[in-house]
Nanobody
Framework: QVQLVESGGGLVQAGGSLRLSCAAS????????MGWFRQAPGKEREFVAG????????TYANSVKGRFTISRDNAKNTGYLQMDSLKLEDTALYYC??????????????WGQGTQVTVSS
């Protein structure tokens, strides 16, 4: 069993930065890949970034490549999403998930409740 709690969301101006955290409980976090997703109102949940269990391999959606950085600290059972050069279209509810690093939501078996990111002009 893995429980995930996101934090770090908020209101930021376009061009600004935020760092999201995903705190995990359970002993298996360090042995599992994880990912970040987001969902804007009226839209489907979309993949943002994924990272393997050791943090040596990452993957990103084209829309965030070069602006967002996914990382993890297994000693702290925490994953991160550093978001720079934020755009209005990055506004969404951001979720972390455990079990995979792939874009398909069905490959993940644990999800957090989400943290809201709002980018203003």
């Amino acid at each position: 069993q893995v429980q995930l709690v996101e934090s770090g969301g908020g209101l930021v101006q376009a061009g600004g930065s935020l760092r999201l955290s995903c705190a995990a409980s359970g002993r298996t976090f360090s042995s599992r890949a994880m990912g970040w997703f987001r969902q804007a109102p009226g839209k489907e949940r979309e993949f943002v970034a994924g990272i393997n269990y050791s943090g040596t391999t990452t993957t990103y959606a084209n829309s965030v490549k070069g602006r967002f950085t996914i990382s993890r600290d297994n000693a702290k059972n925490t994953g991160y999403l550093q978001m720079d050069s934020l755009k209005l279209e990055d506004t969404a509810l951001y979720y972390c998930a455990s079990g995979s690093m792939l874009p398909n939501t069905r490959t993940y078996d644990y999800w957090g409740q989400g943290t809201q990111v709002t980018v203003s002009s």
